[in-house]
């Protein structure tokens, strides 16, 4: 009886908001609503991202389309596993072994985010060896090399967390639904420190290093282009501004990244260290240091696909495309009118 009632009493509903808080209702229905708004933006987001590249085969033939496919399953994935801690806060959640679905939905969430940041990674690699190498980038990334980084970035990913299983630590994941996620399952400073010396660590070098380098490229670029601009103004001073004008646009799209980048993964990492090292421990600070990282499950398929000229004009296409259909399937209903040719035309405006 009491190993029953001692169940029941830790599978009861239990989030990190309502922490030290005798009302928990309302501060729960809060952290549901802010996770199921996270959820539908991350699903939604990259949805459109894998339906544009699956129906825009033009898009495969940029090697950065490889990472941002794999970046965007694997944030999709990300957001279908955040519908488990939102249906566990709506309902109580009996029959589980707290112990067993904490590991497994941690370690799955920590590999899916590892995923998302590695190809984050990659995709900056790539852009820094098109710059720095133009003449070669052909023969050094190719399809076949490509298959190989991301099949290593998953098994890579998979290995690293493994160790979460055989009782080292807690993976990272602080979205717990669970007393025991909170209370029982703690992290290490050990294994924290090997997460990020692994991985956190050297994605954030990588992005810092290589766009950091191609931002000064891009400087050098516009200062070359403006001293012969300078030199022979009369002859080519039109070509060098619409040269100039893209280096220094792409150069803000960098910044942004990077920026988006830091902004949202750099509380993560510092509070993940604080608490493993037993610093500094705050179950709301820790409910919004993890949702503020798996946000960028949203802003990787905003910024690295809105931001591709390339992708645009297929999602324009394929917009099109959608929006013909629907008006000839609309058209198709209706008898035939004088007005019918103009509503057919207003998604070709």
């Known amino acids: 009886m009491n190993s029953s009632s001692d169940a029941n ?11 030290g808080y005798s009302q928990t209702l309302n501060i729960c229905v809060l952290e549901v609503v802010i996770i199921i708004f996270l959820t539908v933006l991350i699903i939604s987001g990259n949805l459109v991202v894998i339906f544009v590249f699956h129906c825009a085969p033009l898009l495969n033939h940029h090697t950065t389309s490889y990472f941002i496919q794999t970046m965007a399953y694997a944030d999709l994935f990300v957001g279908v596993s955040c519908l488990f801690p939102s249906l566990s806060l709506l309902h109580y959640s009996t029959g589980l072994d707290e112990s067993v679905t904490c590991k497994i939905f941690g370690y799955i969430v920590s590999v899916l985010k590892s ?99 191609i931002f000064r490229i891009c400087q050098q670029h516009n200062k070359e282009i403006n001293d012969r601009r300078v030199r022979f103004s009369s002859q080519e001073g039109e070509s060098g501004d619409s040269q100039a004008c893209p280096d220094k646009r792409y150069a803000m799209v960098l910044f942004r990244i990077t920026s988006v980048f830091y902004i949202l993964w750099l509380p993560y990492i510092i509070y993940f260290l604080l608490e493993s090292s037993h610093i500094y421990d705050n179950p709301m600070a820790s409910f919004l240091t993890t949702w503020l990282a798996i946000s960028n499950s949203f802003c990787n398929c905003v910024i690295y696909s809105l931001s591709n000229s390339v992708f645009r004009k297929g999602l324009k296409r394929l917009s099109g495309a959608v929006c013909a259909s629907c008006a000839r399937h609309m058209e198709s209903k209706k008898p035939p009118a004088p007005s019918s040719t103009r509503s057919t035309n207003v998604c070709n405006v």
């Not at 009493?9 to 922490?19: K, T």
């Open 115 to 213: 995923v998302s940041m590695a190809s984050l990674a990659c995709i900056s690699v790539d852009r820094y060896i098109a710059i720095t190498r133009p003449l070669s980038y052909n023969t050094l990334v190719t399809p076949c090399r490509l298959r190989v980084c991301i099949a290593l970035i998953w098994i890579y990913s998979c290995v690293v967390f493994l160790p979460s299983f055989f009782n080292w630590g807690k993976p990272g994941y602080h979205g717990d639904v669970f007393k025991w996620c909170a209370k029982s399952w703690i992290t290490n400073t050990y294994f924290t420190s090997f997460i990020v010396a692994m991985l956190y660590a050297p994605a954030a070098f990588t992005v810092c290093f290589t766009y950091y380098n």
């Open 9 to 19: 009493h830790s599978s009861q509903l239990f989030c990190l908001l309502g922490v």
